[in-house]
């Protein structure tokens, strides 16, 4: 699609969005929402809305008249409510990705959504699951360039009739220390323009590469878990994880658990009998790549 109708149909809120099985409607004034959408998603599908169905809705918006004269603000607006704390219109990428993985993680209830990272590679998935700040994204990233396709930065989707991970190729969300880290490795042509100041300090996004994009309806069988635990100046460290305990580490990170029920609960407890699952400790990258190389080489990964 030219970016002069993505521009339009943007405004119009007729902008549809297709990430493999995953679609939204999408809307916004805010021209960085547009920048972004242009430079970060270049190489993703864009349709016009003509009434089909679609998975999610985000409306970039104002929180109000007011604050839309006086100060520049945006909240991301998924059709529901929840609490969104105001964003400079500058950070219009930041309110569009914390949107989009609002809807995600609190409408879909056909798939257990896991807070994860997942990457693959021909003979099965890793799972990353941390709390924020333990390295998720940055291990993702890291892998990417280890040779595995990106499946998701945010989510572990499991389908729940064959409990395979679904991919939803996003950007890589990236904060402070690491968007070094990663530029070093990925170069420059794939980090967006760094937002300074945010909520949780400076945040940029590596972009999905196009043969992650082309495959996101390739499902992959989760093969290893991965909990990160980053800690600076931490001795790198490697420590399995039982099955239950994988369970219930699963469960704690999961968005949409409980609305699922059963079939969740079947899905989790197979994933933790068909995976190995570890727990690694770093205060590097360096450090996170030996570990999971060594876990890799004992694994059929």
Not at 59 to 68: F, K, Q, S, T
Not at 131 to 159: H, N, P, V, W, Y
Not at 201 to 211: E, H
Not at 280 to 285: A, I, L, M, R
Request: glycine share 8%; net charge neutral; aromatic share 8%.
């Amino acid at each position: 699609m030219l970016k002069s109708d993505i521009d339009k149909y943007l405004g119009q809120g007729r902008l549809v969005l297709s990430i493999g099985d995953f679609s939204a409607r999408l809307k916004s004034s805010c021209a960085s929402v547009g920048v972004h959408l242009h430079d970060v998603y270049r190489d993703y599908r864009f349709v016009k809305f003509d009434h089909q169905l679609h998975d999610q809705f985000l409306d970039v918006r104002p929180p109000n008249l007011l604050r839309d004269l006086m100060k520049k603000q945006i909240i991301p607006d998924p059709g529901f409510q929840f609490p969104a704390v105001p964003l400079p219109a500058s950070m219009g990428a930041l309110a569009f990705e914390m949107g989009l993985n609002i809807s995600v993680a609190l409408k879909t209830y056909n798939r257990l959504i896991l807070h994860a990272g997942a990457v693959a590679n021909d003979k099965g998935g890793v799972i990353i699951s941390a709390a924020s700040g333990g390295g998720k994204s940055t291990l993702t990233a890291l892998l990417m360039q280890e040779g595995f396709r990106l499946l998701s930065d945010e989510f572990g989707i499991i389908e729940l009739n064959d409990h395979t991970l679904l991919p939803y190729p996003r950007p890589v969300s990236l904060k402070n220390a690491s968007i070094d880290v990663i530029r070093e490795v990925a170069g420059d042509e794939w980090i967006s323009a760094v937002i300074k100041d945010g909520p949780k300090g400076d945040i940029a996004y590596r972009r999905a590469r196009s043969d992650d994009i082309a495959r996101a309806y390739e499902t992959a069988v989760p093969r290893l878990i991965i909990f990160p635990k980053f800690e600076k100046g931490a001795v790198a460290a490697i420590s399995k994880v039982a099955s239950a305990d994988t369970v219930m580490r699963l469960i704690a990170s999961s968005t949409n658990y409980q609305i699922i029920g059963k079939d969740a609960f079947r899905a989790v407890n197979h994933i933790a009998k068909q995976a190995q699952a570890y727990e690694v400790t770093y205060g590097s990258s360096a450090d996170a790549l030996s570990l999971f190389r060594t876990i890799a080489e004992g694994t059929v990964l």
